[in-house]
Structure formats: structure tokens, C-alpha cells
């Protein structure tokens, strides 16, 4: 891999070789994906990363089934409105038994167009997936993903609230025109004045 890097990077190597050795270097790299080694070190991680993240999950968990129960109790109407626009919020309410009988298909409608915090509650209250169940594990994957993304974003600073902005004064603009100068509305009242 050094020896395919080197060739890659250095400046006098032509871009043939270049081209050789980045496509070498890639029929290496899977091979290396597919050992058991790099799978079990890819597995650690990906456990460690949700130990670290579980109390956050939790947390988020709790705070937003909490949330989505006394809207549907207060309003049900706009929470159903709410369900029809994002459909994967009602997994937060299941319990892991009910989302492990649904099917497939029920995962793949879902667009994860969510908040972090409701991604993670979503993230906490998913099951171990049997073998079985590829297409819910890529679901649950794509839901660690997605909190990776939104959590590695920075956080955009709040809008200046409007009491702190600086105001200008508003001065109209002069629309030239005509080559008479002044604004659109003088040239008129001259082309309208009486004439002698």
C-alpha cells in the first residue's frame, strides 16, 4: 500500500503509472474491506461510536416520545398531519417488539428528513434486526449516519434578532432615464405640464 502511495503522490511519476497503481490500490483496499480483521475492527468501532452516543440517544429518546404523546393528545389532528409528513416519527411510540413485525417495505418509504434529536430517539428505540432483516439494519445504519453527518455539521449561529440590527433609513431610489435627470415620477409631471 506505501509503495502504491508513493507512486500516487509523487510529482515525477507518470500519469499512466498513477492511473496503475490508483487501481491496484484499490483491488487491494477491497480485498482488505472483505478480511475478517478489517470487518471485527470496523464492528468495535461502530460499537464503541453508539456506547459513546446511547445516553445522548436515550435522552433524545425520552424528550421527544414525550413530546410527540401529549401533541397527539392535545391536538390530533395536526399530529396525524405531522405523521403523514414524516411517517418514521410513529417508530419512536412503538415498542421494539411492534417494529420488529413490520415489514420491509415500511422501511424503505422512510425519507429521514428529521432533527438530530429525533433521529437519535429513533436511533435508541430501534431493535437488533435479525439476520434476516437486511433492509431494517440499512435502515438503522443509515439512521447512525445520518446523526454523524448532522452532529460533525457546525452549528449555524442564531439570526441577530431584529431589536439588535442596525436600521438605515430608507431612501428611495432615483430611476434615471430620459437623460432629463431626476426621478421617473418628475419626468412625467414635466411631459404633463402645460405647456406655453
Known amino acids: 500500500i506505501e509503495r502504491l502511495q508513493k507512486i500516487i503522490f509523487d510529482d515525477s511519476s507518470s500519469e499512466k503509472d498513477k492511473e496503475l497503481a490508483n487501481i491496484e490500490l484499490e483491488k487491494v483496499m477491497k480485498e482488505l474491506e472483505k478480511s475478517p ?5 470496523q464492528r468495535k468501532q461502530k460499537e464503541e461510536w453508539l456506547k459513546i452516543q446511547e445516553p445522548l440517544n436515550k435522552a433524545a429518546f425520552e424528550k421527544v416520545s414525550t413530546r410527540l404523546k401529549s401533541e397527539a393528545a392535545s391536538n390530533p389532528q395536526a ?14 411510540l412503538l415498542s421494539k417488539e411492534a417494529i420488529l413485525k413490520k415489514h420491509e ?14 433521529l437519535r430517539a429513533l436511533l435508541y428505540n430501534m431493535p437488533k434486526f435479525r439476520s434476516d432483516q437486511r ?17 460533525s455539521k457546525p452549528v449555524a449561529p442564531p439570526p441577530i434578532p431584529r431589536s439588535n440590527r442596525v436600521k438605515k433609513p430608507f431612501k428611495p431610489k432615483k430611476i434615471g432615464g430620459g ?11 414635466k411631459k404633463r405640464a402645460p405647456r406655453n
Open 179 to 189: 437623460g432629463g435627470g431626476g426621478s421617473f415620477l418628475d419626468e412625467l409631471k
Open 79 to 92: 399530529f396525524r398531519e405531522k405523521l403523514g409528513k414524516s411517517p418514521e416519527l410513529t417508530l419512536i
Open 37 to 41: 480483521e478489517f470487518m471485527e475492527e
Open 135 to 151: 433492509t431494517q439494519a440499512s435502515f438503522a445504519d443509515s439512521l447512525e449516519n445520518k446523526i454523524r453527518e448532522k452532529s
Open 105 to 118: 417495505s415500511d422501511f424503505k418509504m422512510y425519507a429521514l428528513q428529521l432533527s438530530e434529536e429525533e
